[in-house]
């Protein structure tokens, strides 16, 4: 079975600043990752995601998160954050080559940017 | 235009009525969702639907009952309501097999009283 963990439940962060919000997961076989945002009474949205090759990948808005599969890591990154950015992120693994495409979240992170 | 559409955004209820919630999705894809987030934003998988037939159940209880008209729909049924399933209820949807991403509704927030 799958499971994630963010172990931060809220990031407080200043505008401007850098933040890192992390995700672990667990799993005995290979899987698909992902970050998904969602904005205050809103519903999810695909931020970012890894299947395969390159280890870092991009979001058009800055977010960038890096594969470790030697740490089972998947974090989330941004060097200069924005009122905008305030939202709850979730990460969520997906089994590869499952029979469905069942994601599994992990219990989210409220990202809270300040002016 | 919205891909995945759920109706009603908001509702409110008293224990013991059946209520259902609505969801199409207009991207043709083959699969659709329900994943339930509780009080504490933990977000986890209720049901599956491959082109009309059931892929996963998750264990939930028989007072939910899904029904999957067409591929572009997957309807949500609650009987008898407890206060416990105060939730917001996401419908979601993603291409065939094989690929990985799904597209969320905007959310049913449900307030059973």
């Known amino acids: 079975a799958q499971s994630v963990t963010q172990l931060d439940s809220q990031v407080p962060v200043f505008e401007e600043a850098p933040v890192e919000l992390r995700c672990n997961y667990s799993s005995s076989v290979s899987v698909y990752l992902f970050w998904y945002v969602q904005y205050p009474n809103q519903g999810l949205q695909l931020l970012l995601k890894y299947l395969s090759g390159s280890t870092l990948v991009e979001s058009i808005n800055g977010f960038e998160a890096e594969f470790n599969k030697s740490q089972t890591s998947f974090h989330l990154r941004k060097p200069s954050v924005h009122i905008s950015d305030t939202a709850e992120y979730f990460c969520a693994v997906m089994k590869y080559g499952g029979a469905t495409n069942k994601l599994i979240f992990g219990t989210g992170t409220l990202l809270a940017v300040q002016p | 235009d919205t891909a995945v559409s759920q109706t009603p955004k908001y509702l409110v209820t008293q224990m013991g009525n059946d209520k259902s919630i609505k969801c199409e999705q207009n991207l043709g894809h083959d699969t659709m969702y329900w994943y339930k987030q509780d009080s504490k934003k933990f977000l986890k998988i209720m049901f599956s639907?491959?082109?009309?037939?059931?892929?996963i159940n998750e264990t939930v209880p028989n007072r939910f009952s899904p029904k999957s008209p067409d591929k572009a729909h997957l309807n949500l049924h609650i009987n008898s309501l407890e206060l416990g399933d105060s939730a917001v209820y996401f419908c979601?949807?993603?291409?065939?097999?094989?690929?990985?991403?799904?597209?969320f509704g905007q959310g049913t927030r449900l307030t059973v009283v």
């Open positions: 639907y491959n082109n009309k037939e059931l892929i």
């Open positions: 979601a949807s993603s291409p065939p097999m094989g690929t990985t991403e799904a597209f």
